[in-house]
Structures are given as structure tokens and as C-alpha cells.
């Protein structure tokens, strides 16, 4: 393996970890839920794709041939951690999450009828 590929491997292995560590981080000290939904979604997911185009880089200088695995996964992290993102956000909206000043929880995008008086209530506490 050339000194150039090892290099590149190194650089991706520590920036992926550098980054899921930052994500990790605002997970664990930002203060409310929509701040903390940050962390996973954005530097965790670059981390975690640093971390496999380097294991993908590792393994193709290795064997010769890309292993499509690794390019799989990586392409499905970065579709679904979006969507789920957007799915826990429009869920903390409607049930009406606590939050900080410093977020604004007013949300603009939601139309009146979405809405509610109160938050959406679970099924296990005999509302229904």
C-alpha cells in the first residue's frame, strides 16, 4: 500500500472520529430536544461516512476491487438520517416539546389545523 493511500485512510479515520466525537458531544450538553437532534444527524453522519470512504479506501487497495457493501451503506446513511431528522422535528412540533427562548418554537411552517391544543396523547395512558 503507497504512503499517499495510508495517508488518506489516516486522515479520513480521524476526521470521521473527530467528528462523531463533536456529535456525540452536542448530544450530550446541548439543552433542549430540537438542538440536540443536531448532533446524530449532522456530524455523527459525516463521521460515520468519513470513517467507511475510509474503510472503503483500505479494503480497495487491498483486495484491488471496491467493495459495493461499504458504498451501500454509506449511500443509506445519507438518505435516511435527513428523513428521520425531519420526522423527529415535525413530531417535537406537534407535541409541542419544551424548548429554550433561543430556538424560537414558534414554528411558521406548521398550518393552523396541525396544531393542536395539547400534545398528542399516547395510547398506554387510556386516551382513546
Known sequence: MSFWVEALI????IAGGL??????????HLRDFYMRLHGPTKATTLGIGCMLSASMAYFWSVDGTPDIQEL???LFLFITAPVSAHLLAKTGLHMRLKHIDKTQGKPFEL???EVGKKPVPHPDKGHG
Open 10 to 13: 489516516s486522515l479520513l479515520l
Open 19 to 28: 467528528f462523531v466525537f463533536v456529535g456525540s458531544l452536542g448530544m450530550a
Open 72 to 74: 451501500l451503506i454509506t
Open 111 to 113: 398550518r393552523p389545523e
